[in-house]
């Protein structure tokens, strides 16, 4: 049983920031990477930033220079830092994880709000 818990999401202005935490419990060896998505409304889920076992980040264009992702393996946790938010950042983002031999595992998501 694996178990992820996103926290950090909530409504801010233009141009401010958020940090989101994703904790990982349960039986998690073996993660090869760990990651967030986001889904607006009415709109595909997408990538927005990914981070693998051997330390490889990526991120999706409309986030890079704004977005951070970053890991504490000792806790299991990854995180997303999030600056000079846009109206167009509002979704609901998920924390994925990929275990070798076991597949995906997504988190329930939190709510992200940028509005004035």
């Known amino acids: 049983q694996v178990q992820l818990v996103e926290s950090g999401g909530g409504l801010v202005q233009p141009g401010g920031s958020l940090r989101l935490s994703c904790a990982a419990s349960?039986?998690?060896?073996?993660?090869?990477?760990m990651g967030w998505y986001r889904q607006a409304p009415g709109k595909e889920r997408e990538f927005v930033a990914g981070?693998?076992?051997?330390?490889?980040?990526n991120y999706a264009n409309p986030v890079k220079g704004r977005f951070a992702i970053s890991e504490d393996n000792a806790k299991n946790t990854v995180y997303l830092q999030m600056n000079s938010l846009k109206p167009e950042d509002t979704a609901v983002y998920l924390c994925?994880?990929?275990?070798?031999?076991?597949?995906?595992?997504w988190g329930q998501g939190t709510q992200v709000t940028v509005s004035s």
């Open positions: 994925r994880i990929f275990i070798v031999g076991r597949g995906d595992y």
């Open positions: 349960g039986s998690i060896s073996g993660i090869k990477s």
């Open positions: 981070i693998s076992s051997g330390g490889t980040i």
